[in-house]
């Protein structure tokens, strides 16, 4: 039994000052319902993506799903939580739910409010989700984390600055059309290449512009079986997914090669029965740049070493061979924690139905890729979505 999408929401996001988790929560669960054409009595199973690991006074978050609608009271609800990746945890576990024959409609919400956090509050919170018996002393919290990645990277393969500019500016100028995205604004190439006091180092050869920003937002999608599927307006369909958990400490693993993800996607483009050259798109977690430099190795796009090439050479660009981020990625759009899968899995539903937002569609989309990683490739998660009607 396969499942689909066929229902979404999606908040603006950035700094939501008037709303809370709960409010957040309610505002997609209603929307994504309506958007499907399902009613809550419909709905067999709640999933809640939520990180919050000090984000949130109000922790056990599942049920305020709940307060969607009086209909939803008595369905199961589970709260999952696989740090960056929650998002993605959620809506691959609502999938299962589908398979087992568990139920028939799942409503997948993801949420995160982070920006009423102190600052330095935010950077040890983010940091929870690193080895802390080796790595709890790394400055610039989670930043450090991949700015010792980037200056490692630099030592092995040269210096990728120009790249790593080339990445920001791109995810950028993408997100000036993304109406979710909580920076739409086309910083340019030497902004974002530049060391300036706008834009100052971060954490080793990182700068601001190579970091995701912290912020408010939530994205929630409706699941169905296949039967169901077929009574839908549009449905979105699994071709292929995969969940690859690493170790957690660094010292286990050569962090340069994110041997996890490269794993999560040969499993689940062999599944889908198709190569990475088939897809029409691929949305990836640049939480910062070197992430997604070092995500073209892992998906295959380039050999190891060589992700500079694939956006030297546009590859990646928005009318490139193989668009990379067209949403602004997290770069630009913003990164709540447990949103960031859900909104992956809804961005890309809405492409491969034609419904993206104006000058953000792929032209003639026919299937995508999403890589969503927690931690620095410790939980990696990879789906290949179709549209089935």
Not at 40 to 46: F, G, K, P, R, S
Not at 71 to 76: D, G, I, S, T, V
Not at 329 to 353: D, E, F, N, R, Y
Not at 354 to 363: F, I, T, Y
Request: with cysteine; glycine share 10%.
């Amino acid at each position: 039994m396969s499942a689909a999408i066929v229902g979404w929401a999606h908040t603006p996001f950035g700094k939501q000052d008037t709303e809370t988790v709960e409010s957040l929560i309610v505002r997609v669960a209603t929307d994504a319902l309506v958007d499907a054409g399902i009613t809550a009595d419909q709905v067999d199973e709640i999933v809640l993506g939520h990180f919050n690991a000090g984000f949130s006074a109000q922790d056990f978050t599942a049920s305020l799903v709940l307060q969607a609608d009086p209909a939803l009271r008595f369905k199961p609800a589970t709260r999952v939580e696989n740090a960056c990746a929650t998002g993605s945890a959620a809506v691959h576990q609502g999938v299962r739910a589908i398979k087992a024959g568990a139920a028939k409609v799942v409503l997948v919400v993801g949420v995160e409010q982070m920006t009423t956090t102190p600052g330095p509050e935010i950077g040890k919170n983010l940091l929870k989700a690193s080895y802390l018996a080796q790595e709890s002393d790394v400055q610039g919290g989670f930043a450090g984390v991949f700015g010792k990645i980037a200056s490692s990277y630099f030592q092995r393969h040269g210096d990728q600055s120009d790249a790593l500019a080339m990445i920001a500016a791109k995810n950028h100028k993408n997100g000036v059309d993304n109406p979710y995205a909580q920076m739409r604004k086309d910083l340019g190439y030497a902004f974002c290449r530049d060391e300036s006091e706008k834009n100052p180092y971060v954490a080793g050869p990182l700068k601001r512009t190579d970091c995701s920003l912290v912020s408010d937002g939530a994205a929630a999608l409706v699941l169905a079986d296949e039967e169901t599927a077929k009574t839908m307006r549009r449905a979105v369909g699994f071709r292929g997914m995969a969940h690859v958990q690493d170790f957690l400490p660094l010292s286990r693993r050569d962090i340069l090669k994110f041997e996890g993800g490269a794993r999560a996607w040969q499993q689940a483009l062999a599944q889908a029965g198709v190569v990475l050259d088939d897809l029409s798109f691929v949305e990836t977690h640049d939480c910062f740049t070197i992430a997604e430099l070092i995500e073209y190795e892992a998906m295959g796009l380039t050999k190891e070493g060589d992700g500079a090439r694939a956006i030297k050479e546009g590859w990646v660009q928005k009318d490139g061979k193989l668009p990379v981020n067209v949403s602004g990625g997290l770069k630009a759009k913003g990164h709540p924690i447990g949103a960031t899968g859900v909104s992956m899995h809804v961005l890309s539903a809405m492409q491969l139905v034609g419904e993206a937002p104006e000058g953000m569609q792929v032209k003639d989309a026919r299937l995508g890729g999403i890589f969503n990683m927690g931690g620095a490739a410790v939980a990696n998660y990879v789906s290949v979505l179709e549209r089935v009607k």
